[in-house]
């Protein structure tokens, strides 16, 4: 798992409650993304940010946030509006290499279960 | 618009034998291809990686994978099964142009019998 930290691990929330997950990297990697992943779907990408203070959306992201205000962190809201959030979490990072980004260093994740 | 087939949904081998693991891309302008692969409630691992060059990738754990551009596939291989290979595997492409977003196939579960 690298250099990526996620916290937590698994994560149990009510309906309609925002949740936060955390990704922190001390790869010195500029880029840095959120997937969701559910069974038979491999990962889909939600937000990507390739510098600080600059993110843009994913296939799905709606009710979901990200904020990236340092270049090690990357958090994930996901929000009372998105409309199916159980899901296993992974967030990645990647060297962008004169705007090139190669193979990407992932997190353990975080399985999130909203009843 | 980019995409990434992997055809079976698992792949059972007998432990020492040979083992392929299938993708084919769909991709304008040149490929970049990548190899991950997943142990249960875990993230995923970098295996391998082609950009350019020579067709045969060498990456982790033994793997390799053939890039071929006439039958746009890049199939992972590794001569002799281990138990431990057990685990799911993902092809994923991206564009070379610029900053392109990584597409991830659905994912293919090894299964090494031992």
């Known amino acids: 798992d690298g250099g990526i930290t996620q916290s937590p691990k698994y994560l149990f929330r009510k309906e309609g409650q925002n949740v936060t997950l955390s990704c922190e990297q001390n790869l010195n990697h500029d880029a840095m993304y959120w997937y969701r992943q559910d069974p038979g779907q491999g990962l889909r990408l939600i937000y990507y940010?390739?510098?600080?203070?600059?993110?843009q959306k994913g296939d799905i992201a709606e009710g979901y946030s990200v904020s990236r205000e340092k270049k090690e962190s990357f958090p994930l809201t996901v929000t009372s509006a998105q409309k199916n959030p159980t899901a296993f979490y992974l967030c990645?990072?990647?060297?962008?290499?004169?705007?090139?980004?190669?193979?990407?260093?992932f997190g353990p994740g975080t399985r999130l279960t909203v009843t | 618009a980019q995409s990434v087939a992997q055809p079976e949904d698992q792949v059972n081998v007998a432990e020492g034998n040979p083992l392929t693991v299938k993708c084919t891309y769909s991709v304008s302008g040149n490929p970049y291809l990548f190899w991950y692969v997943q142990y249960p409630n875990r993230g995923l691992q970098f295996l391998l990686k082609y950009i350019t060059g020579d067709n045969l990738v060498k990456g982790s754990y033994g793997f390799e994978a053939e890039f071929n551009k006439s039958q746009t596939s890049f199939h992972l291989k590794k001569p002799s099964a281990l138990v431990s290979d057990s685990a799911l595997y993902f092809c994923a492409v991206r564009n070379s142009g610029g900053y392109q977003k990584v597409t991830f196939g659905t994912g293919t579960k090894l299964q090494v019998i031992p």
């Open positions: 940010s390739q510098i600080v203070n600059d993110f």
């Open positions: 990645a990072s990647s060297i962008d290499h004169e705007g090139v980004s190669y193979e990407q260093y």
